[in-house]
């Protein structure tokens, strides 16, 4: 064999090789992070980022059976084991343009309903809005003559909160921080919010904190996703199982508990929810 042949047989093979392990299967943690890394880049998109990443692989001419397998994967992951994909979400949904649509906005940008009616009563105190997004419950609050402080992961969320509080001629309190970052202090609040804000609430040591925070006679007001047993797709991250939240807050006296079927404050289909008035005892 001359070398000019064997030169050209190796390259050939190197080709070979390389398409094989270009087809080869990758393993979980690699598809999550080449889909955590193209989500990142991508522009903010009022579509489903799935949808879109599947596009993107379909693009790169990968085959329709590894799109499904790669899809499953990710989604498997975002819905139960991994956050890391919570911040930049989020951050995405807040930078874009509002329409006034929750369709096309993916949230609401008016108070809880079930808030509004929960604290109408209540003289204002101090009040926590964890996971407060873009401010709507924490304004509101606010303009009710509440102390308001709120958190969340998303530094574009806090952006728009503290905006949003400008222009209704309020003072909160914004802080970017996660659950586990926030110091939710002892018998500091008068009234915690949690609407839709994804809680830890299924880790006991958070439930203690939670609790330990609260003055006495405070209140959470809390509504969230419950697990829906009739869904073929996993269940969410912190979705609570139908009856859980009552044994979580067993130490609450529970003013008002109710779990239904309906639209949530983030849009989406109809679904299992679950809404509490918890009062500290």
């Not at 806090?158 to 110091?183: L, M």
């Not at 130490?251 to 679950?274: A, K, Q």
Request: net charge neutral; charged share 25%.
């Amino acid at each position: 064999m001359s070398r000019t042949r064997g030169v050209i047989v190796g390259l050939a093979v190197l080709a070979c090789l390389a398409v094989l392990g270009a087809q080869a299967p990758q393993d979980d943690d690699s598809v999550w992070k080449a889909f955590v890394g193209w989500f990142k880049s991508a522009p903010p998109s009022a579509g489903n980022p799935l949808g879109d990443y599947a596009a993107s692989l379909r693009a790169a001419k990968v085959p329709e059976g590894e799109i499904e397998r790669q899809v499953a994967v990710v989604t498997r992951m975002l819905m139960r084991e991994r956050s890391d994909w919570v911040e930049p979400y989020y951050d995405k949904i807040f930078t874009r343009p509002l329409t006034g649509d929750p369709e096309t906005d993916r949230f609401t940008t008016a108070p809880s309903a079930f808030l509004v009616e929960a604290a109408r009563d209540l003289a204002p105190g101090t009040a926590l809005d964890a996971g407060m997004g873009q401010g709507r419950n924490a304004v509101y609050l606010a303009g009710k003559g509440w102390k308001v402080t709120g958190f969340d992961l998303s530094g574009e969320a806090i952006k728009a909160a503290t905006v949003n509080a400008g222009r209704a001629g309020v003072r909160i309190e914004a802080i970017k921080a996660s659950y586990d970052d926030f110091d939710f202090g002892t018998a500091k609040w008068d009234l915690v919010v949690m609407t839709f804000a994804w809680a830890p609430l299924t880790d006991p040591a958070f439930v203690a904190r939670l609790r330990a925070s609260l003055r006495p006679n405070g209140r959470i007001v809390f509504e969230h996703l419950l697990e829906d047993p009739a869904s073929p797709r996993p269940a969410l991250m912190h979705a609570l199982k139908p009856g859980q939240l009552r044994e979580l807050f067993a130490d609450f006296r529970l003013e008002h508990y109710e779990e239904f079927r309906g639209l949530g404050d983030w849009s989406g289909p109809d679904t299992p929810i679950v809404r509490t008035v918890a009062v500290k005892q």
